[in-house]
């Protein structure tokens, strides 16, 4: 294993050649009738407040009636879901020249981001600048990068658990701590996500994407340096747990969005980036705890343990709107318009 000399890659649980989808594409929660009432909440205060938030709704979900059932138009239109899984089919099974398009596509995104957010800049002296990025595609890298091939979801000691139970299907493949504590970097970049095409153990579907989340977040926010920047990718910014997150940095530190122009306009997905993060405040260290917290309990813990924890997480929706709400309009305008102006090109909606 090479030693680090500006930046280190921490290759996660699976890792996409375009590496653009979605860090909050969440393990479905035990509790559905909880996540439900969480989003329902949220949307319901959207549509009142933002009318780029109900244009887009209207694009997603506008109705067609037929004789023997109802089409909605968007994802949910046939034609609209053979679009989007033909784009599936071409990420899982990407041969030679469409490697070579992601890889393109991947170094405009990332200019895109730089000039509109700044996120790739690091104060000081450059060359001493230090980068963890937590799920890297294999590729190649100049010399001055480690790349460790781990699974970060199995990072148990540096997620605080160090007594592993005998019984666990996969207690032999934790892992001892990785990163230093006093290991620190001036940028953190957690695009990681579960791929379909990725082999696991069937015990592990269910709450797979989540322990690759939380990992991420509580390992990213631990590591980065104070005044330093996370560039997280993230999915829905509607959704509660995405709301709950952009809430959770802005206490810590100064948050900006942003979503790409041309590429990947019609999903959904889109960048957090979180700059002069204060990692030693008290809401910080807080949300690491809470964060490590719900990894112990997503890989150790049992159904009724874990669905409680995760319950516990969706409460509080109408406070944080009262505090945050008007700032996530103002946020997610961009994303919106963006995105609307997209599907509204597309050709299963034009056909409509």
Partial sequence: MAQAKKAMSLDGS?????SIQALANKAPCPNDQE??????????????????FRELTDLRQKVSNTSEQQSRVGWSNPAGDLFFQKQRQTADNADGQTVLHFYDMMKKIGRELHLSTDAFRISGDIWR???????????GFSRGTQVKYQDITMFAADMGVTDIPKEHPDAANFLPRQLDPREVFDLVICDGQVLRTHDRAAYREEREARRLTLTQLALGVEHVRHGGTIVALLHKIEAWDTVS??????KFSSVQVFKPQKFHAKRSSFYMVATNIQSQHDEAILAIRKWKTLWRL???GTDEQYGNAVDESETGVEAVLEKFGLELVRLARDIWNTQARALAKAPFIKAQ
């Fill in 129 to 139: 600048g230090r980068i963890l990025d937590m799920c890297m595609a294999p590729g």
């Fill in 245 to 250: 997150l952009l809430y959770t940095f802005s």
């Fill in 14 to 18: 699976a890792s996409d050649q375009s």
């Fill in 298 to 300: 997503a890989t150790f």
């Fill in 35 to 52: 996540s439900k009432r969480a989003n329902g909440i949220v949307i319901e205060y959207l549509l009142q407040t933002a009318p780029e």
